[in-house]
């Protein structure tokens, strides 16, 4: 077992928010990179970690362990000058000496044709190209040679149509860069291929449909613009131009999806990439492309990090896991090997800026949702991001974003995608048993033997800062008709009013859920005919009241489902069987770390239809309509 993380001590005066300066950066990025030298095999080729292997096979996450780790490395040495214990700068060296000889036992796998070796190839050009003079440079002209070999399987080869495509580009463009053979066909090619998925405003969707989640950022804006500082003088300007303003754009709003606590909201796939969410608040400052001012940019960054470490992360043994913050599978894929939580060294890329820069001298600014409750809308994936002060909580309210395969008749509902909320204080329900219930952050029709009808293709119809609103075609077993459910969102204060309108068949049963709030005891659960809540020991309530078309209230409790925590609960309400046709139901939901009082809601606020309209009335004199 190697030392544990020893940060050191906070600068109040420089970081009065979170305590944090380069150092404690430093600190942890070498913890990541000791923690991992009692896994390299002998020729330092490869880093066989413990844990489930991916589908990939061992060679190709002993690949994934080197590439990821050395992605961390690099930015350690780059942003150090070389000045860094030589003893690591010469194990990759020696490292990618062994593995690009195809007689040594601990050769990396080939780039064969969508392969994942793919992946973590861009990883590697990546830190040759940042660490040039520490490690290419003063390599042997045989062993480059095999990397450029290495690197050539990409020539003309076939990758995934989405964010893959820009492996190629980075790989391709680091073999132009040491005079290599390369196509710039591929390059152009994968560049031309994103434009496809440009909806505006910074954001991508990876490939084809509606795949709105964090590689946005730490993929699709990143790999961009590190092909640029690879290319150099050959990158065309006016793509760069275009690269940079649309990071500037994307940036604007991302910086509203972290709470206060430096939580992210936790929502979309490959979520044990944990802090590489924060690669393009620090890519912004890397490449002059970001709305920030320095300070707010180290506050937000620092702020996840210390976030994840205050929380466990990286563990005793100073590994990255297969989780959030202790190892839970279900927030991978199988495409998820044990080293593949490194890829959250994207987040480190700041250590490539030098520590005179800016954003590193400059005292610490608040975080939006420090300042004052937010509400931001982001029509291109279909997103309001609804901040509040008080607690500090983030709540993204999705009303675009599916992952719904636009080829597939009945795509999946994925519960990183297919929820009506997420927030930076919950997850949804992702192990299996929980999975298939489908009760938290989803309106659904249920048949009589119980089945829940799936949120899967979702079509968005209006996102502005006070209200979002889409609808989904339910489909229940034994049953070829769709009934359309609309639901529309309309944040006040810190809750979200929710009006659905849904179709459905006559005995069916109409049922609406909150968050899913999970921690290491049993939530408390109480529920009335027209409400229900949990409450974790800590004050953080997630609460649903029926204000209109409801008789029903309910908790669900589940065990081992939830990322956040071994013990979960849902809390969620009930139609009663319903006529047949259309029918209208509001609900409050709340996720707070305030005090809630369940009855002052339902006695505070009202709701009914009026002339087709759903219109809630506050205690208080507001009045919304939808």
């Given at each position: 077992m190697t030392a544990r993380l020893e940060l050191p001590p906070a600068d109040a005066t420089l970081s009065p928010l979170t305590g944090w300066t380069r150092a404690h950066w430093e600190a942890v990025a070498d913890?990541?990179?000791d923690g991992l030298v009692p896994y390299a095999t002998p020729g330092w080729a490869q880093y066989r970690l413990p844990g489930r292997a991916s589908c990939s096979g061992d060679d190709s996450d002993g690949l994934e362990g080197y590439a990821r780790s050395f992605l961390l490395a690099s930015f350690r040495i780059a942003g150090a000058d070389g000045q860094v214990d030589q003893r690591l700068t010469e194990r990759y060296a020696r490292g990618l000496t062994t593995g690009t000889d195809r007689t040594s036992d601990e050769a990396w796998p080939q780039l064969a044709a969508c392969s994942q070796p793919m992946v973590e190839a861009a990883?590697?050009?990546?830190?040759?190209?940042?660490?040039?003079r520490w490690i290419w440079d003063r390599l042997e002209a045989a062993v480059q040679q095999r990397a450029v070999d290495w690197f050539s399987g990409f020539l003309g080869n076939r990758t995934h149509d989405n964010n893959w495509r820009l492996f190629q580009v980075v790989c391709e463009q680091f073999l132009a860069s040491v005079g290599a053979p390369y196509r710039q066909a591929d390059i152009d090619g994968g560049l031309e291929r994103i434009e496809d998925w440009y909806v505006g405003d910074g954001w991508y969707t990876d490939g084809d449909g509606r795949n709105f989640d964090y590689y946005n950022g730490?993929?699709?804006?990143?790999?961009?613009?590190?092909?640029?500082?690879?290319?150099?003088?050959?990158?065309?300007?006016?793509?760069?131009?275009?690269?940079?303003?649309?990071?500037?754009?994307?940036?604007?709003?991302y910086q509203h999806f972290f709470g206060s606590d430096g939580a992210p909201v936790h929502q979309g796939r490959s979520l044990t990439y944990r802090f590489a969410t924060v690669a393009p608040v620090w890519l912004g400052e890397l490449a002059d492309a970001t709305p920030l001012a320095p300070g707010r940019t180290r506050r937000l960054a620092s702020g996840v990090l210390r976030h994840f470490t205050e929380r466990g992360v990286p563990d005793e043994r100073g590994l990255?896991?297969?989780?959030?913050?202790?190892?839970?599978?279900?927030?991978?894929?199988?495409?998820?090997?044990?080293?593949?939580?490194?890829?959250?060294?994207?987040?480190?890329?700041?250590?490539?800026?030098p520590a005179r820069h800016p954003v590193w001298t400059a005292?610490?600014?608040?975080?939006?949702?420090?300042?004052?409750?937010?509400?931001?809308?982001?029509?291109?994936?279909?997103?309001?991001?609804?901040?509040?002060?008080?607690?500090?909580?983030?709540?993204?309210?999705?009303?675009?974003?599916?992952?719904?395969?636009?080829?597939?008749?009945?795509?999946?509902?994925?519960?990183?995608?297919?929820?009506?909320g997420y927030s930076s204080r919950t997850a949804p329900e992702t192990a299996p048993h929980a999975r298939a219930s489908r009760l938290d952050g989803h309106l659904a029709l249920v048949a009589a033997d119980g089945?829940?009808?799936?949120?899967?293709?979702i079509h968005p119809l209006t996102v502005s800062p006070s209200r979002a609103a889409s609808w989904y075609a339910a489909r229940l077993p034994g049953d070829q008709s769709e009934y359309r459910v609309e639901t529309t969102a309309l944040p006040h204060g810190g809750w979200e009013i929710r009006?659905?309108?849904?179709?459905?068949?006559?005995?069916?049963?109409?049922?609406?859920?909150?968050?899913?709030?999970?921690?290491?005891?049993?939530?408390?659960?109480?529920?009335?005919?027209?409400?229900?809540?949990?409450?974790?020991?800590?004050?953080?309530?997630?609460?649903?009241?029926?204000?209109?078309?409801?008789?029903?209230?309910?908790?669900?409790?589940?065990t081992n489902a939830n990322a956040l925590g071994r013990c979960s609960a849902v809390p969620y309400l009930t139609s009663a069987p319903h006529p047949?046709?259309?029918?209208?139901?509001?609900?409050?939901?709340?996720?707070?770390?305030?005090?809630?009082?369940?009855?002052?809601?339902?006695?505070?606020?009202?709701?009914?239809?009026?002339?087709?309209?759903?219109?809630?009335?506050?205690?208080?004199?507001?009045?919304?309509?939808?």
């Amino acid at each position: 077992m190697t030392a544990r993380l020893e940060l050191p001590p906070a600068d109040a005066t420089l970081s009065p928010l979170t305590g944090w300066t380069r150092a404690h950066w430093e600190a942890v990025a070498d913890r990541l990179l000791d923690g991992l030298v009692p896994y390299a095999t002998p020729g330092w080729a490869q880093y066989r970690l413990p844990g489930r292997a991916s589908c990939s096979g061992d060679d190709s996450d002993g690949l994934e362990g080197y590439a990821r780790s050395f992605l961390l490395a690099s930015f350690r040495i780059a942003g150090a000058d070389g000045q860094v214990d030589q003893r690591l700068t010469e194990r990759y060296a020696r490292g990618l000496t062994t593995g690009t000889d195809r007689t040594s036992d601990e050769a990396w796998p080939q780039l064969a044709a969508c392969s994942q070796p793919m992946v973590e190839a861009a990883s590697i050009a990546i830190g040759l190209h940042e660490t040039r003079r520490w490690i290419w440079d003063r390599l042997e002209a045989a062993v480059q040679q095999r990397a450029v070999d290495w690197f050539s399987g990409f020539l003309g080869n076939r990758t995934h149509d989405n964010n893959w495509r820009l492996f190629q580009v980075v790989c391709e463009q680091f073999l132009a860069s040491v005079g290599a053979p390369y196509r710039q066909a591929d390059i152009d090619g994968g560049l031309e291929r994103i434009e496809d998925w440009y909806v505006g405003d910074g954001w991508y969707t990876d490939g084809d449909g509606r795949n709105f989640d964090y590689y946005n950022g730490w993929a699709m804006h990143l790999y961009p613009l590190m092909w640029a500082r690879i290319a150099g003088e050959h990158a065309d300007p006016a793509r760069v131009a275009a690269y940079r303003d649309r990071l500037r754009r994307f940036l604007d709003g991302y910086q509203h999806f972290f709470g206060s606590d430096g939580a992210p909201v936790h929502q979309g796939r490959s979520l044990t990439y944990r802090f590489a969410t924060v690669a393009p608040v620090w890519l912004g400052e890397l490449a002059d492309a970001t709305p920030l001012a320095p300070g707010r940019t180290r506050r937000l960054a620092s702020g996840v990090l210390r976030h994840f470490t205050e929380r466990g992360v990286p563990d005793e043994r100073g590994l990255l896991s297969l989780g959030w913050y202790a190892p839970f599978l279900p927030v991978t894929q199988d495409y998820s090997g044990p080293a593949s939580p490194y890829w959250a060294s994207k987040g480190f890329l700041g250590l490539l800026l030098p520590a005179r820069h800016p954003v590193w001298t400059a005292p610490e600014l608040p975080l939006p949702v420090e300042e004052s409750d937010q509400y931001v809308a982001l029509p291109a994936p279909g997103w309001l991001l609804h901040g509040t002060r008080g607690d500090g909580i983030v709540r993204l309210l999705n009303h675009g974003s599916d992952r719904a395969d636009p080829d597939t008749a009945d795509p999946s509902d994925d519960p990183h995608y297919a929820k009506l909320g997420y927030s930076s204080r919950t997850a949804p329900e992702t192990a299996p048993h929980a999975r298939a219930s489908r009760l938290d952050g989803h309106l659904a029709l249920v048949a009589a033997d119980g089945t829940a009808s799936r949120r899967t293709a979702i079509h968005p119809l209006t996102v502005s800062p006070s209200r979002a609103a889409s609808w989904y075609a339910a489909r229940l077993p034994g049953d070829q008709s769709e009934y359309r459910v609309e639901t529309t969102a309309l944040p006040h204060g810190g809750w979200e009013i929710r009006v659905h309108r849904v179709e459905a068949p006559a005995g069916a049963t109409v049922r609406d859920g909150g968050y899913a709030l999970a921690g290491p005891e049993p939530p408390v659960a109480e529920a009335g005919d027209h409400w229900a809540l949990a409450r974790r020991g800590d004050g953080l309530t997630s609460a649903v009241v029926g204000l209109y078309g409801w008789c029903g209230g309910h908790v669900a409790r589940h065990t081992n489902a939830n990322a956040l925590g071994r013990c979960s609960a849902v809390p969620y309400l009930t139609s009663a069987p319903h006529p047949g046709g259309r029918s209208v139901h509001v609900t409050l939901v709340a996720l707070t770390g305030a005090p809630l009082d369940v009855a002052s809601l339902c006695e505070g606020i009202t709701a009914e239809v009026v002339d087709g309209a759903a219109v809630i009335r506050f205690a208080d004199g507001p009045e919304l309509r939808a």
